[in-house]
């Protein structure tokens, strides 16, 4: 089974169309067509190769939002309905025992009050903070893993290896079995009783079969026609 990344290995997407227009072209070209396009082979790719595309497209990760950073998480752990009803308070207190009360006048719940907000921002931001980095570590823990085809470095053979899902590249010759996760955007070279769930996707509640070839005689029709007359999810020889 093959992967194919949203970016072909030798030209850079720019737009939406030119996504779509190389899914649809690998989705409904024969097998070895899609590996010509993608320019790979059965044989997998050379460890050469693999460096040159990982530095061309990154790693095969979704990109996320960064945490904020820890000043910026403090100034918000200040931010709550009782520290602003603590903080009116506190304000009242100082007009009211001190501005209207020259030489008489009281610090105490003024000093009380701000206290009271230091502290409940405090806790509440070193509470957040430790749960982030805690969520953070064990997030690296959990390393998905998938299992490729490619050239040994030593003799040139092809061999079966298992990698990180962010180490994956575009090309590279993808091993599947029941209950294995999609670790990309996938043009399958060879299925057998193949189902996929892309309910996520496309709404569909039970899994959908998948092949390697268009399956129905209207999918090979339809495979003959202009590629931007299909939406690239209703090819089942695609898995996202």
Not at 14 to 33: H, I, N, Q
Not at 66 to 76: D, E, G, H, M, V
Request: aromatic share 8%.
């Amino acid at each position: 089974m093959y992967m194919i990344s949203w970016k072909s290995a030798d030209r850079k997407l720019e737009t939406v169309e030119d996504v779509k227009s190389l899914m649809l072209r690998v989705g409904k070209g024969a097998p070895l067509e899609s590996l010509n396009i993608l320019g790979s082979s059965l044989l997998g790719m050379s460890s050469g190769e693999v460096s040159l595309r990982k530095g061309k497209y990154g790693p095969n990760e979704i990109a996320h939002s960064r945490p904020p950073s820890w000043w910026i998480q403090l100034a918000k752990a200040f931010v709550s309905p009782f520290t602003i009803i603590l903080l009116a308070i506190g304000i009242t207190s100082f007009i009211a025992d001190i501005l209207l009360a020259p030489g008489e006048g009281d610090w105490t719940k003024v000093i009380l009050l701000s206290t009271m907000i230091i502290l409940s921002g405090s806790l509440r931001f070193w509470q957040e903070f430790r749960s982030q980095k805690s969520a953070e570590k064990l997030k690296a823990l959990v390393q998905n893993k998938a299992s490729v085809t490619r050239q040994s470095r030593e003799d040139g053979n092809c061999e079966k290896r298992e990698i990180v899902v962010s180490e994956l590249v575009p090309g590279d010759i993808v091993h599947f079995s029941a209950g294995d996760m999609i670790p990309a955007d996938i043009r399958l070279i060879s299925s057998d009783d193949f189902f996929v769930s892309q309910s996520a996707l496309t709404g569909e509640s039970t899994p959908i079969e998948k092949f390697a070839e268009p399956h129905s005689e209207y999918e090979k029709a339809e495979a003959k026609r202009d590629t931007s007359t299909k939406n690239p999810l209703e090819l089942n020889t695609l898995c996202f």
